[in-house]
């Protein structure tokens, strides 16, 4: 059980990690491609911008002989810009988004909706008053109807002979180029008239746990005025004979119980692989084989220990002959050797003792009589001679002493 355990944990590792790899490989992909088309969109912009300042140099200084640019590829779109430049790619920062919505309340609790009117404060359409269309909250950017529009040129590849080479769209626009417009009534004169509002903030927060939506309140700061949301238009749905019916989706087909997983096994089995190594649950007979396998698994490691070569068997007979045997006893004959022994070791011993003391009596004797001997006198040098070797022979007894045998 243990084995499927760590197997188990060991695969959740690999399915985070080889997830985590992906989400990384994928994040670094996206911003790369991102980077790529924002330099292809500003290199674009840069040479149309270029393109029209010489082709108005041309138009001045030549005149009726400056060279067309309504050929080719801009046949019929002069004057357009690439529709590549219809809108931005991927996402700004959320610094550069809360700037953006600074005055409608941050990008977080963005203050405005489609159906606002709005008024531009920047481009060519300055001061014109429109509704939101759309809003993107990747870029902060919303598209007003039939404000800041342009014309965009349509590739060749998407047109027939009878669409024209341009069409004429609504750019998106920042969220820092708009305000919001809405009726008040003056407090002192009584007359309700559209007022042009550049702060918003929010309050009265509502948290729904079950649906996980959020409401509030956007408030003009000072003037404490609670400006409502725009209505919503229901949408139109139609039934059809495909459908299926309301009170068939609300019908309860299964009622989960304590005595039941809410899923049947056989749909799990289903889903995923019934021998899977990424499974976190396994069928009881599939564990007691795993388990039946690693107990076969560590019998046999019993048994190589019990196995033993002939030299420790052998080794092992003595011993259990040993045991058998007991503690061993000495008899007669063994004490009588065992003082034969003792008492030739002690002789040994006695005689080399002798002979020590004997060669030391004759060392210094011969180192007296050279002593008594004249004293030469001084700054003269003397030279002893060493006396002759003095051999000591120790006669051996011509027979050994036997000491009595111990006594029973």
Same mark, same amino acid.
């Given at each position: 059980?243990?084995?499927?355990?760590?197997?188990?944990?060991?695969?959740? %590792?690999?399915?985070?990690?080889?997830?985590?790899?992906k989400d990384f490989k994928w994040y670094k992909k996206q911003k790369k491609e991102q980077y790529q088309n924002q330099q292809h969109q500003l290199a674009l912009v840069r040479g149309e911008f270029e393109a029209a300042k010489q082709a108005v140099r041309d138009e001045w200084e030549l005149g009726p002989l400056a060279p067309r640019r309504d050929v080719g590829d801009w046949a019929g779109a002069k004057g357009a810009i690439h529709e590549v430049r219809y809108a931005s790619y991927g996402k700004i920062s959320l610094a550069m988004r809360n700037r953006r919505c600074q005055w409608a309340g941050g990008a977080y609790h963005l203050n405005i909706t489609e159906g606002d009117r709005v008024v531009l404060v920047d481009g060519p359409d300055k001061g014109r008053i429109g509704k939101i269309r759309?809003?993107?909250?990747?870029?902060?950017?919303?598209?007003?109807?039939?404000?800041?529009?342009?014309?965009?040129?349509?590739?060749?590849?998407?047109r027939d002979a009878e669409t024209p080479a341009t069409f004429n769209i609504?750019?998106?626009?920042?969220?820092?180029?708009? %305000?919001?417009?809405h009726p008040i009534k003056d407090p002192a004169t009584g007359v309700t008239r559209d007022v042009i509002i550049n702060q918003l903030v929010h309050g009265g927060f509502l948290?729904?746990?079950?649906?996980?939506?959020?409401?509030?309140?956007?408030?003009?700061?000072?003037?404490?005025?609670?400006?409502?949301?725009?209505?919503?238009?229901?949408?139109?749905?139609?039934?059809?004979?495909?459908?299926?019916?309301?009170?068939?989706v609300e019908n309860k087909t299964f009622v989960p119980t304590l005595l039941r997983p809410p899923m049947p096994e056989a749909v799990i089995d289903e889903l995923r692989n019934k021998y899977s190594r990424f499974r976190t649950r396994h069928d009881p007979e599939y564990?007691? %084989?795993?388990?039946?396998?690693?107990k076969a698994v560590e019998d046999r490691k019993k048994l190589m220990d019990s196995m033993r070569t002939p030299l420790q068997e052998f080794h092992r007979a003595q011993r259990e002959g040993k045991k058998k045997k007991g503690k061993p006893r000495l008899t007669k004959e063994m004490l009588e050797k065992i003082g034969e022994v003792m008492a030739r070791n002690l002789e040994r011993t006695r005689n080399g003792q002798a002979l020590l003391e004997a060669a030391e009596r004759s060392l210094s004797s011969s180192s007296s009589g050279s002593s008594s001997s004249s004293t030469p006198a001084s700054g003269e040098t003397t030279?002893?001679?060493?006396?002759?070797?003095?051999?000591?022979?120790?006669?051996?007894?011509?027979?050994?002493? %036997?000491?009595?045998?111990?006594?029973?």
């Open positions: 059980m243990q084995k499927i355990l760590r197997r188990v944990a060991t695969a959740e %590792r690999v399915v985070a990690k080889r997830t985590k790899t759309s809003i993107n909250y990747d870029n902060a950017e919303v598209i007003v109807e039939e404000l800041n529009k342009s014309n965009v040129r349509l590739q060749a590849e998407l609504e750019i998106p626009i920042p969220i820092s180029g708009i %305000r919001l417009v948290h729904d746990r079950v649906s996980g939506k959020r409401r509030w309140s956007r408030i003009v700061p000072g003037l404490n005025i609670a400006i409502p949301w725009p209505k919503k238009e229901e949408k139109d749905i139609k039934d059809h004979k495909v459908d299926t019916l309301r009170i068939d564990v007691a %084989r795993v388990e039946a396998e690693d030279v002893t001679t060493p006396p002759a070797e003095t051999t000591t022979t120790a006669t051996a007894p011509a027979e050994e002493t %036997r000491p009595p045998p111990p006594s029973a």
